[in-house]
């Protein structure tokens, strides 16, 4: 009997022992598998949240040196980002995943323009353009975006937007007679080459005399007319096929400062001495501009 007990005890620490190692042996196995997946290297060219999400270079054709100063533009369906390439000859832009094509506005004196377009995607992500050397002067360049939170801009919203410009026939025009008589006034910024701001226009002379009725009113600026008498004539063109009967502007470096944007068609919102009265918008979004027609107004008590 003795013999027995001592038996069955033995069996009995042998088998705890080899159930011990397989379950140290099952743990151990999933604990390698799990840190195996945490340690995996990012793939390479994966992007991180500090990389910029799409880049346009600007390179010389023959030997593919860097170009800086090129201004650049991104473009979806409804807006376009405009940037300028750096000494590294890229422009960065932080822009979500997307489709879009990718231009050259203006290239520096020096090299020819190109009117080239690459198409971008969520996949491609980098767009490079060659330009040629140029053995004459361009015409004279387009004032410069603003950049966001300048001074100026902080200061419109208390003193009111001020400036003196003309017309795109000329004429001498004050912000002070344009906003005069209207509650509010909607700045739409826009330019011949940004495609989102050429297909609202049509609509935008709809809503220009939706509001006319309420005593407001759309002005446009259009940021390239003052390049030159050719573009001027084009935006003139484009206007009138377009039905546009509003008033439309030059660009001023003034204009800009104090209404800066980094992306076409941009709208601003003033009240008749000037005063942004609510935020902008930035795109062509129509159920926006109503949103912010219908705020504005209610801010200013209508």
């Not at 140290?24 to 195996?36: D, E, V």
């Not at 080239?116 to 053995?135: P, Q």
């Not at 909607?186 to 701001?197: D, H, K, Q, R, Y």
């Not at 573009?231 to 009138?240: D, F, G, Q, R, S």
Request: with cysteine; net charge negative.
């Amino acid at each position: 009997m003795k013999h027995k007990v001592t038996v069955l005890i033995v069996m009995g620490l042998a088998i705890t022992l080899l159930l011990g190692c397989g379950g140290s042996g099952k743990s151990g196995n999933s604990n390698n598998t799990g840190n195996s997946a945490q340690a995996q290297p990012k793939a390479e060219g994966a992007s991180t949240s500090t990389d910029p999400k799409y880049v346009i270079q600007v390179q010389d054709a023959d030997d593919a040196t860097p170009i800086p100063g090129v201004k650049v533009q991104l473009c979806t369906d409804t807006q376009c980002m405009m940037g300028q390439t750096g000494d590294d000859g890229a422009a960065y832009f932080d822009a979500e995943p997307a489709d879009y094509t990718a231009h050259v506005l203006k290239a520096p004196a020096e090299y020819e323009g190109t009117s080239e377009e690459l198409t971008l995607s969520a996949d491609v992500r980098t767009a490079t353009f060659a330009l040629h050397k140029a053995g004459t002067t361009s015409s004279e360049a387009s004032p410069a975006p603003a950049e966001a939170g300048d001074a100026s801009a902080e200061d419109a919203s208390d003193s009111g937007i001020s400036f003196e410009t003309t017309d795109l026939d000329g004429n001498a025009v004050t912000s002070t007679d344009l906003f005069a008589g209207h509650k509010l006034t909607m700045i739409n910024f826009w330019a011949t080459w940004c495609e989102p701001c050429k297909d609202e226009l049509p609509d935008l002379e709809k809503l220009h005399q939706d509001l006319s009725a309420k005593k407001c009113q759309i002005i446009g600026i259009c940021e390239d007319a003052g390049e030159g008498s050719d573009i001027t004539a084009a935006a003139k063109e484009i206007l009138a096929k377009a039905g546009v009967t509003y008033t439309n502007l030059v660009a001023t470096n003034e204009m800009l400062q104090m209404m800066p944007h980094m992306a076409l068609p941009t709208s601003f919102f003033v009240d008749s001495k000037g005063h942004i009265v609510t935020e902008p918008v930035i795109g062509a979004s129509f159920s926006q501009y109503n949103e912010r027609i219908e705020e504005a107004l209610k801010a200013l008590g209508e």
